[in-house]
């Protein structure tokens, strides 16, 4: 099983998701299973009982401060790729409501089981990370992820 592994990625424990545009409650694909360290758990968007369609949105707040370097994404680790991101944005900010209109990075991630990365050009600071997830790898309206991971130094 594949896992997020990097210099400096902030800790599961740490992290904690403040909202989220949708989950699957139904079979209990929750937004926190995104960032609590267990690859075989994941979150995916709402299809059971409602379809949510994209974007989909976690925002995640990860515990303090930090001077962020880029961002992990590691996709479902079961047989399926139904919501496997293709692409999204990352936004950065002090504040949980309060992100600027432009995503400090827009990636673009492949059919792949394992930990993909995208990382900004030079470390920005803030304690709140907006994924917004535009569109799934095989064209469908979903979103999932295994885990999410923010790389960071926290700020003294």
């Keep these: 099983m594949n896992r997020i592994e990097a210099e400096d990625l902030?800790?599961?424990?740490?992290?904690t998701v403040v909202r989220f545009s949708s989950q699957n409650e139904a079979n209990g694909k929750l937004a926190a299973h995104a960032i609590e360290g267990d690859p075989r758990t994941i979150w995916h968007s709402s299809w059971s009982r409602t379809l949510a369609e994209a974007p989909h949105e976690l925002?995640?707040?990860l515990g303090a401060t930090y001077r962020v370097r880029g961002f992990r994404y590691?996709?479902?680790q079961d047989?399926?790729?139904n919501g496997a991101f293709a692409r999204a944005e990352f936004y950065l900010s002090a504040r949980a409501d309060d992100f600027p209109p432009d995503?400090?990075?827009r990636a673009t991630f492949e059919k792949q089981r394992?930990?993909?990365?995208t990382d900004l050009a030079e470390a920005l600071t803030g304690r709140y990370v907006k994924v917004r997830v535009l569109s799934e790898v095989n064209?469908?309206?979903w979103g999932s992820a295994?885990?999410?991971g923010v790389i960071g130094v926290r700020e003294e």
Excluded: H, K, M, Y
Aim: proline share 7%; net charge negative.
């Design 10 to 15: 902030i800790p599961a424990g740490n992290l």
């Design 59 to 61: 925002v995640i707040d």
């Design 74 to 76: 590691l996709s479902r």
């Design 79 to 81: 047989q399926s790729w």
């Design 103 to 105: 995503p400090v990075l």
């Design 114 to 117: 394992t930990a993909q990365g």
């Design 139 to 141: 064209g469908n309206v």
């Design 146 to 148: 295994a885990e999410l």
